[in-house]
């Protein structure tokens, strides 16, 4: 018997991306990143944030969630629509405080482009 398939998270996507067109997010599996916010452990909700763009997370699928608020970290997980609010369901995530993040910007749109440029062809 087969294991369950876990959803790929696509290419890296911004969090202004999700929240200005949610519709084309929603039930998809992503890959964010992103400084915490605040995050309540009664609810397991968080909020990361990045470039003027927030995004709730509801972490209830993870075994602990040990980021203090202002780390910068990385969240795998599905984007479902929650009442009028987009949230983040992250079944994987990281600490990534020590990411050049201007430079993995840039090193992510040269993949874009090149992703693009080949599936052109």
């Known amino acids: ?3 369950p398939a876990v959803p790929s998270a696509r290419l890296v996507v911004h969090l202004r991306e999700i929240i200005d067109d949610p519709k084309s ?3 998809q599996s992503v890959r964010v990143k992103g400084y915490l916010k605040e995050y309540d452990p009664v609810t397991n ?3 990361i944030e990045y470039d003027d763009a927030e995004l709730h997370l509801n972490a209830s699928m ?3 969630f040990p980021y203090p608020v202002g780390k910068l970290i990385e969240c795998i997980g599905e984007v479902r629509q929650e009442q009028e609010q987009i949230v983040l369901w992250p079944r994987i995530t990281r600490d990534i405080d020590t990411l050049d993040m201007k430079l993995f910007e840039r090193a992510a749109q040269y993949k874009r482009q ?3 440029k ?3 062809e």
């Open 62 to 64: 993870l075994d602990t």
């Open 1 to 3: 018997m087969d294991a």
């Open 114 to 116: 090149y992703l693009q």
């Open 25 to 27: 997010n929603v039930n």
């Open 45 to 47: 909700r968080a909020v």
């Open 118 to 120: 080949t599936n052109k």
